[in-house]
């Protein structure tokens, strides 16, 4: 068995460490949760002038993405084979699952697998279940 080159431990590990970081340093300033979907959906409602951090987290966000890709782009997806309907449709999958599950990734697995919630455990569950078999299926075909 041969190690592919997309291993990355120790890329993988400060990465981690930094989206865990910035997870507990934002609960412990503001007293949230720092689940991406809710942020989201947060933008949709009726906006209060207690909300602006709501468009200052997904900009820095976006902004951030942007300074990765410009500044380091080996550590971005190469995304020019896919199609944009492939990438808008599984977008909106992904916005589905995480409003069906009662939020995403982050919020679950970073925020929620921490505090030793049950329902983050069968959400992080479902997702890592469904991602084996995404992958599986995918090497098949």
Same mark, same amino acid.
């Given at each position: 068995?041969?190690?592919?080159? &997309?291993?990355?431990? /120790? +890329?993988?590990?400060? $990465?981690? /460490?930094?989206? !865990?970081?910035?997870?507990?340093? +934002?609960?412990?300033?503001?007293? @949230?949760?720092?689940? +991406?979907?809710?942020?989201?959906? $947060? *933008?949709?409602? %009726? #906006? ?7 468009? %200052? ?7 951030? $993405?942007?300074?990765?890709? @410009?500044?380091? #782009?080996?550590?971005?997806? &190469? ?6 309907? %492939?990438?808008?449709?599984? !977008?909106? =999958?992904?916005?589905?699952? %995480? @409003? =069906? ?5 982050? !919020?679950?697995?970073?925020?929620? *697998? #921490? ?22 299926? @995918? $090497?098949? =075909?």
């Amino acid at each position: 068995m041969t190690i592919s080159p &997309d291993f990355t431990p /120790l +890329y993988s590990l400060a $990465g981690g /460490l930094i989206i !865990g970081l910035a997870a507990s340093l +934002y609960l412990f300033t503001t007293g @949230r949760i720092a689940g +991406y979907s809710g942020i989201i959906g $947060g *933008l949709f409602k %009726a #906006p209060t002038v207690f909300e602006k951090w709501r468009w %200052a987290f997904v900009g820095g966000t976006i902004i951030g $993405g942007a300074f990765v890709v @410009r500044l380091a #782009p080996e550590f971005t997806a &190469d995304l020019s084979a896919t199609s944009t309907t %492939a990438l808008v449709l599984g !977008g909106l =999958l992904v916005g589905f699952g %995480a @409003r =069906l599950g009662s939020g995403c990734t982050s !919020g679950h697995g970073v925020c929620g *697998l #921490p505090r030793l919630s049950i329902r983050s455990l069968v959400a992080v569950g479902v997702f890592m279940t469904t991602a084996i078999v995404t992958v599986f299926v @995918r $090497g098949l =075909l």
